[in-house]
């Protein structure tokens, strides 16, 4: 029997839309917000982070659910926008914003422009007044002097590109916020680290962050309207991981935040999620299009790689590791043996599953890489041998909607020019 996504055979999916083919589950998504909202303390707002996937209808979808938008670009910007997020639900962070990007925040007017260095938040104020504009919320990216133990990827503790470091925060930034003229700092950003699976580092890094806005904002003179304490939450991919027991992080963060609450009940608390909010509701299909052996190794050669997925590569690990994959087409079956599953790069790297153990695989078979519904096609090198991007599928409601139309040879042929010689 063949893998379904609300009762839509994966097959027919395949054959009105073709492969490689990336496939979300509207109910999944929905569940997964529904269950994260339900439990969370009240007064935190959920932002979706669109750089876990920037895809307009997912934007839009959890935004109807009720999700803000964290957007660190020109076109995520634009994208939040055109999905329907209201302007104060949106914030803007990165640490390499470009003057370009800047206007189109004030333009926007967002809940805040999140500032990771004194020089930008110069920059920020000088744009401001140019445009006439007074009072522009901005949050301060602290890097703090604390370090989370349980992410897959720091983000702060150390040193880093993101954020300004504590210490010269408390150094530095009291004077230059007296002589802001239309920039207002209303609060402070943090995020320490992503993939974090144990609940205990998420209540250790919530704790020290409000403690820290607190402190801070106090020291610099400035109101503490805004707190975005991160998230980070992750996703079980290999072996051996277990799921953040949510259970326990709800208990725990949630009598963290009260307390919060009770001393500074006017402030807005946002915790920033993207991959936990969309990675287990995807699934990459590819279909095999040889099985051949060498050297005594099974291999099934399929129409896309990791030039869609490049998180299977491993990248970031130093043990490579296998995200869950399993036969769509039989997809109830015991597996009989194992099987090397790779794409149609001209490259040893492209490598999507090694050795894996699969039931009987044939030229024809739909596999599927899931829980990919995060740091899927544009994180990957989706141009490497001009395959392109590969086709997006959403099944909302028991219908499939085509989300993004796969690459053609001539949308890639169309953004160059040919010089003839």
Do not use: W
């Not at 020109?74 to 370009?100: C, D, H, M, S, Y």
């Amino acid at each position: 029997m063949e893998f379904e996504i609300q009762g839509v055979p994966v097959s027919e999916l395949a054959r009105e839309y073709g492969t490689p083919l990336y496939v979300y589950d509207a109910e999944v998504l929905r569940t997964n917000y529904q269950r994260l909202r339900e439990n969370l303390h009240p007064a935190v707002d959920v932002f979706f982070s669109l750089k876990a996937n920037p895809n307009i209808s997912i934007c839009s979808y959890l935004g109807s659910l009720g999700a803000g938008a964290e957007v660190s670009s020109l076109t995520e910007l634009i994208t939040a926008q055109r999905a329907g997020v209201a302007p104060e639900n949106i914030i803007f962070l990165g640490p390499g914003k470009t003057t370009k990007e800047l206007r189109a925040c004030l333009d926007a007017g967002l809940h805040a422009v999140v500032c990771e260095s004194l020089e930008e938040l110069e920059a920020l104020d000088a744009l401001a007044v140019e445009a006439g504009l007074t009072d522009v919320p901005v949050l301060l990216r602290m890097n703090p002097d604390f370090q989370t133990k349980g992410g897959g990827l720091s983000m702060g503790g150390k040193p880093r590109q993101f954020g300004v470091d504590l210490s010269v925060l408390r150094q530095s930034a009291a004077s230059l916020v007296r002589t802001l003229r239309a920039a207002r700092v209303i609060g402070v950003h943090a995020y320490m680290g992503t993939r974090i699976l144990d609940y205990s580092d998420v209540v250790n890094n919530t704790t020290n962050i409000l403690s820290i806005a607190e402190a801070l904002c106090e020291e610099l003179g400035v109101p503490l309207r805004t707190v975005d304490f991160g998230g980070g939450l992750g996703v079980p991919y290999f072996d051996n991981e277990k799921e953040l027991d949510l259970n326990a992080l709800h208990g725990e963060v949630n009598a963290v935040i009260e307390q919060f609450v009770e001393r500074h009940p006017q402030t807005r608390l946002i915790m920033e999620l993207g991959r936990y909010l969309t990675a287990v509701a995807g699934t990459y299909v590819v279909r095999v299009l040889y099985v051949k052996e060498s050297m005594g190794e099974r291999f099934a050669v399929a129409d896309g790689g990791t030039n869609h997925h490049m998180a299977a590569v491993g990248v970031g690990s130093f043990v490579k590791r296998n995200f869950p994959i399993r036969s769509l087409t039989r997809y109830h079956d015991p597996a009989t043996a194992p099987i090397t599953v790779t794409g149609p790069l001209c490259t040893p790297n492209d490598v999507i599953g090694k050795r894996v153990a699969l039931p009987p695989v044939s030229p024809g078979d739909l596999l599927g890489v899931e829980r990919s519904g995060a740091y899927g096609p544009t994180a990957s090198p989706v141009l490497f041998l001009s395959h392109g991007y590969p086709a997006e599928v959403l099944v909302h409601d028991g219908t499939p909607h085509l989300i993004a139309r796969r690459d053609t040879p001539a949308d890639l042929l169309n953004r160059q020019h040919l010089v003839r010689f």
